[in-house]
């Protein structure tokens, strides 16, 4: 019995040793935590917590800790411990939770979180860009792109991130160094490198980009001016020897500007001048005309963790008063890594909105065109391989080549984060869509549908099946085109369009309605068939593109009706003599008769006359002094060719 009790006894010892033991790495696993040493508070936490020792507080901080260092799949696994044990947490827990799932490709289990989310604030942006977008899976993958992305030779086991093109190299920050370590991640502090890009388009030979540039704490992403003289770059808040901390002890980051002196060295670094310790100010990129520098902040006004911001460069080099983005880009989360390329197109790097997990690449086309209209804007992600359920940001694009860069820490990389390189692939539509009956809406098999250029010649052919679909592929992108549908007994219809800036499906419904048109001698068949007149430049009697479009018009009624005949009438403007007006309309109605006769039409159907200046169809007259107030426009009126039906199905004009 004693010696039970004795056992008893020393047991009781052994668990309350325990808990004190336990209990007092969780103080020092606090400290850790508190001082931003996410790597050594998840290593004590998880001892801990595998040890049995869970509480509320131990598994956010636990979580947070993969969370903050992009370990998702140990992140996943302890926030869905944290909330087997309590749901009653912030619902930033909820969006988290939701990031790491999608980070390791749970998109339904994600999803449920983010509803959870949503439904605990309604007024985040990030809920409502999922609630918005609760497809955006689908969406992803049709904007995606088949093009092959490469790990770079250049990368090192640690980070390698954020590109910048110089001269012939490319400038990246890296942590491969062998300073002293940074307590978040144990890894070197970050440095400045530069590769230099060889003839067969491969970077080798890293060296450090510049020792006056890189100090023993963090420096990273740069941006230079367009004249390659000034260059702006992210540091810690260290500038003369001086390390200063905000209120709670952090270090924040700062935007230094250096100049190039005249041999050829950076130096007069100095602050900008909306720095503080209070906020951070890092990655800055300039447009290509230099006149505007877009950055990441979590100064005053910021929606969320870190906010696009923007700021004019005057023509003295300083700059303006930085300016928030807003909603249209910005969310509660993390809006980070912009860019904007030679287009003025906007690329981000965001958490905020709805993305395949981690960060991802979003653009917002034709952005500083839009912004300075006051037009709306969309921010739209570029879909994969460049975006992934990893973080993927420091999109880049080298200027006047179809070279980019960006870097991720997904899965077959070399190290923590990697740079990628790809070619931007030509960009190409596809078209399609059904030909129907516009009052029925009843499918028309057999209707001819033919792709035209903008200058009305024809690319591609397809007479549609049972289904009435046609199908165009390979459109090149921001290019004007023309679709037009023939089909027995009803109406030619032609459609104008012009396909988008990014890849995008295109779908256009033909309708057709049936051609009630009663064809006559004597009538004017540009009237009858709603074709507008038929325009010549000034003193010149060519077929302009424009003009082409619309013959093709007056080309199809002929091939659908064959036994009409036409008179082909020309006329100019007042301007000139008669005689030379005559001369001139007589060459465009000719050259009109002449286009159609190389098309297919036989000589013996068309007629062509010019009439000059005599039949003029307003008051723009120039008699007697060969001069006129009119405008052009008025002008142009009266240069017009028209088509007169002399006769069909052996029913003549009148008139001929």
């Known amino acids: 019995m004693k010696t039970h009790k004795i056992i008893c006894i020393l047991a009781l010892s052994f668990v309350f040793s325990m808990g004190y033991s336990q209990k007092g790495k969780v103080r020092q696993a606090n400290k850790e935590y508190d001082n931003l040493a ?30 903050f260092n992009n370990q998702m799949e140990e992140a996943a696994k302890w926030y869905g411990e944290l909330m087997t044990i309590s749901e009653d947490v912030d619902p930033e827990y909820y969006f988290r939770y939701a990031q790491a799932l999608k980070s390791i490709k749970n998109y339904s289990e994600a999803d449920s979180w983010m509803k959870k989310f949503v439904q605990a604030d309604r007024s985040d942006l990030r809920g409502r860009a999922f609630s918005s977008t609760v497809d955006y899976i689908t969406m992803i993958d049709d904007v995606s792109r088949e093009f092959e992305v490469n790990n770079l030779e250049i990368n090192s086991e640690n980070s390698d991130f954020g590109t910048t093109q110089y ?117 800055p990129t300039i447009n290509v005309k230099g006149t505007k520098m877009y950055f990441a902040s979590d100064m005053e006004g910021t929606l969320g963790a870190s906010d696009i911001f923007e ?21 509660e989360g993390h809006e980070t890594f912009p860019f904007i390329n030679s287009d003025g197109d906007l690329y981000i790097s965001s958490n905020g909105f709805n993305g395949l ?22 921010l739209e992600n570029v879909g994969k391989p460049i975006n992934s359920s990893k973080d993927d940001f420091g999109y880049y694009e080298n200027l006047g080549t179809k070279e980019g860069f960006f870097t991720s820490n997904r899965d077959g990389g070399k190290g923590d984060d990697d740079i990628y390189g790809f070619v931007i692939p030509e960009c190409e539509q596809i078209l399609e869509g ?31 099946g049972a289904n009435a679909s046609y199908k165009f592929e390979k459109l090149e992108c921001e290019k004007e085109y023309l679709i037009r549908v023939e089909l027995d007994e009803f109406a030619t219809v032609e459609e104008r369009f012009m396909t988008p800036k990014r890849k995008q499906d295109l779908v256009i419904a033909l309708e057709l309605e049936r051609d009630e048109v009663t064809l ?61 007006n005559e001369k001139l309309s007589d060459s465009r109605a000719k050259s009109t008769r002449q286009y159609l006769i190389d098309n297919g039409i036989t000589a013996e159907r068309l007629t062509a006359k010019g009439y000059g200046e005599s039949r003029l169809v307003n008051d723009c007259g120039c008699e007697p002094t060969n001069a006129s107030n009119c405008s052009e426009e008025e002008h142009q009126l009266n240069r017009r060719s028209e088509f007169i039906i002399t006769s069909i199905n052996g029913e003549k004009c009148p008139e001929n």
């Open 167 to 283: 001269k012939n190299q490319l400038v990246f920050a890296s942590s491969r160094g062998s300073g002293q370590k940074y307590k978040w991640n144990e890894q070197p502090y970050l440095d400045l490198y530069a590769a230099e890009k060889q003839e067969d388009g491969t970077y080798t030979n890293v060296t450090e980009f510049d020792d006056f540039i890189n100090t023993k704490f963090h420096e990273s992403t740069v941006a230079f001016t367009p004249d390659d003289q000034v260059m702006y770059f992210t540091r810690n808040n260290y500038f003369n020897k001086e390390y200063k901390n905000d209120e709670d002890g952090t270090n924040r980051l700062k935007v230094f500007k250096a100049t190039l002196n005249a041999d050829e060295e950076w130096d007069d670094i100095e602050s900008i001048h909306f720095n503080s310790d209070a906020y951070s100010v890092a990655h």
């Open 311 to 331: 700021v004019d460069i005057n023509e003295d080099g300083s700059l303006g008063d930085p300016i928030n983005l807003g909603a249209a880009v910005n969310t």
């Open 520 to 580: 006559e001698p004597c009538a004017d068949l540009a009237k009858i068939l709603d074709i507008p007149i038929i325009y010549f430049d000034f003193d010149k009697s060519n077929i302009r593109y424009d003009a082409e479009i619309e013959l093709q018009k007056v080309l199809a009624v002929l091939n659908k009706y064959p036994t009409i005949t036409i008179d082909i009438r020309s006329h100019t403007d007042c301007r000139g003599t008669a005689s030379y």
């Open 38 to 67: 996410y790597l050594k508070t998840s290593e004590i936490l998880l001892e801990v917590a595998n040890n049995g020792y869970k509480s509320v507080d131990l598994l956010q901080k636990l979580a947070n800790s993969f969370y």
């Open 434 to 464: 059904i030909v129907k009956d516009q009052d029925t809406q009843e499918l028309l098999s057999g209707a001819k549908v033919t792709l035209l250029d903008a200058e009305g010649n024809e690319l591609e052919q397809q007479i549609v």
């Open 357 to 378: 997990g981690g960060l991802d690449v979003y653009v917002i086309i034709d952005f500083e065109n839009k912004r300075a209209l006051r037009q709306p804007m969309s």
